[in-house]
């Protein structure tokens, strides 16, 4: 059997120079010994985040939606994201916070460059156009802020010989 011998880590490091004391881990066979830190419970892990349900995105083909035209884009300067898919666009839009809609180029399917847009008025978009517009995401939620640090360990360690 063994036994608890119970001592601060400075003296541990003293009587059993080869021993790393930080990490507990003996650097040769004569040194068999090791301990944990019994005071420290264990830190619980952080919540998992919430994913984001795949959105299904409503296609209005033939609407070019775009300032001036019924569509407000994300991008201050309205340029499109290059060489996308639809579904690789509506990727990038759920992902970018404020986009809720893309309008594509329907003649370079399957594909092509896509605009990102935070909001579009149907009525008010060109329909006499060879582009479509889907809409059905919703701008992200801000992002959470970071949890606190874990408890400091406790410097006493128990040990196991």
Known sequence: GGFL?????????????????????????????????????????????TPRPPTNWTKHKGYNCYPGAGGSSVDPDDKPISQKTVAECGNVCASTSGCNAFTVDEHQAPVGPCWLRKSIKLSDCDTRSGYDTYDGGSPLPPTPPPLPPGPVPNTSWPAHN
């Open 5 to 49: 011998i119970d001592m601060e880590v400075q003296t541990l490091a003293r009587y059993y120079p080869d021993t790393d004391v930080d990490s507990g881990v003996a650097t040769t066979p004569r040194s068999a010994i090791c301990w944990k830190d019994l005071s420290v419970p264990p830190t619980p892990p952080g919540p998992t985040p």
